[in-house]
């Protein structure tokens, strides 16, 4: 009867193991859908925008504006800019991106400029208490900074 308890106690104790094998991989998954879960509960919600073009100039068609699309994020009391410039006609003469934002300091202007592409990472760090309330993109394209500009896009 000792050999009879022994196996049965064997078996017994070999499937619970099997079981919690079994069920480990989705406790894991179960886990790590949490993490990633509060992880993007965390992060900021994207505002997005655009994109912007230049106007038509020198014939070019649709396809050949130079644009600019990104997006906004609020993140400890500041408000952040991303985007891109994109020239894509490739005929030398730059394409610029104009920022123009307000604040209680009054209104304020930027702009860049590229031959190809642009990228802009965690632009402004503007903050409500010193009264920003607005901020505005426009593309332009040509010999200089003024050429074949498109209308001032609301971005925020």
């Given amino acids: 009867m000792s050999k009879l308890r022994t196996v049965l106690a064997g078996t017994a104790l070999a499937g619970s193991l099997a079981a919690g094998l079994a069920a480990a991989p989705a406790a894991m998954a179960s886990t790590a859908d949490t993490a990633t879960a509060a992880q993007q509960a965390q992060a900021p919600k994207k505002h997005f ?10 014939g070019e068609s649709f396809g050949k504006r130079s644009y600019f699309k990104g997006y906004w994020y609020k993140d400890s009391g500041r408000y952040w800019f991303f985007g891109d410039l994109f020239d894509r006609d490739r005929d030398r003469e730059y394409s610029y991106v104009w920022f123009r934002w307000h604040d209680k300091f009054g209104t304020h202007t930027k702009y860049y400029k590229t031959f190809g592409h642009r990228h802009f990472d965690k632009f402004g760090g503007f903050k409500k208490s010193n009264g920003f309330d607005d901020f505005k993109i426009r593309v332009c394209e040509g010999d200089n900074r003024f050429d074949d500009c498109g209308n001032w896009g609301d971005a925020f």
């Fill in 49 to 58: 925008f655009g994109p912007y073009y230049s106007k038509f100039g020198g």
